[in-house]
């Protein structure tokens, strides 16, 4: 009986602009964006780097669609509840996504993104907050300085030098850097961390409710 040969029955998916961005997505989030390359990306997909190019325009165009991928991943605002609700989950889910891709929040902050992600986001962020009464140059100003928490406090958690189960033992090795007789007030601080009466870890909402409860007294003024 003649033998037949059995055809590869794992046929690698055609190209595409999804999954050129996934793969790019991927790596960004093992590496870091500054690994991130045409060459390594193309290596990644099987392809010639050539190829990416009938998917992306340049290597900028890839940047913003990963940046764009992200921002589809935070939840917007929903315009029919109330407004510090739709604000404080869209503060919270940005969090929590921007920490799942550490790369993300500079990107963010440093790229011109006119996607439709982003423009949903924004104009709902908007939306939210001209409908809760702010004008429009509140609503301008509100949105910013709840995500200038948001950026800010998801760099310094990405960076901070000591995981959490660590903190109470850099407390100890760093006592002796602080004597009670120069510093007391930080002394007795390190004093609570080391005990376990405060962990010391910074608490992302706390600051996000006395940004959403000043808002809320300068909207009703």
Not at 36 to 48: F, Y
Not at 109 to 118: E, I, L, Q, T
Not at 138 to 161: C, K, R, V
Request: glycine letters at 6%.
């Amino acid at each position: 009986m003649a033998r037949t040969s059995n055809p590869n029955p794992t046929i690698p998916a055609p190209l595409s602009r999804e999954r050129v961005l996934r793969a790019a997505l991927r790596l960004a989030d093992e590496g870091g964006i500054e690994s991130l390359s045409m060459r390594k990306l193309a290596e990644d997909l099987g392809v010639k780097a050539m190829s990416l190019y009938n998917h992306v325009v340049n290597k900028d165009d890839l940047l913003d669609g990963i940046v764009e991928m992200v921002v589809s991943e935070i939840e917007v605002p929903d315009l029919s509840i109330d407004w510090k609700t739709a604000m404080r989950r869209r503060a919270i889910s940005a969090h929590d996504v921007l920490l799942h891709h550490p790369w993300a929040t500079m990107a963010l902050m440093s790229r011109v993104n006119v996607g439709p992600a982003m423009l949903r986001y924004v104009d709902a962020t908007l939306g939210c907050l001209r409908e809760a009464g702010f004008s429009f140059e509140m609503a301008d100003w509100a949105w910013n300085a709840i995500d200038s928490h948001i950026y800010g406090f998801t760099l310094q958690e990405l960076n901070f030098p000591f995981e959490a189960t660590e903190y109470s033992e850099a407390a100890k090795t760093g006592l002796s850097l602080i004597p009670a007789d120069k510093y007391p007030y930080l002394n007795q601080l390190t004093h609570q961390v080391m005990e376990g009466r405060y962990d010391g870890l910074h608490d992302f909402e706390f600051g996000l409710e006395l940004i959403l409860n000043g808002l809320d007294r300068w909207r009703r003024q």
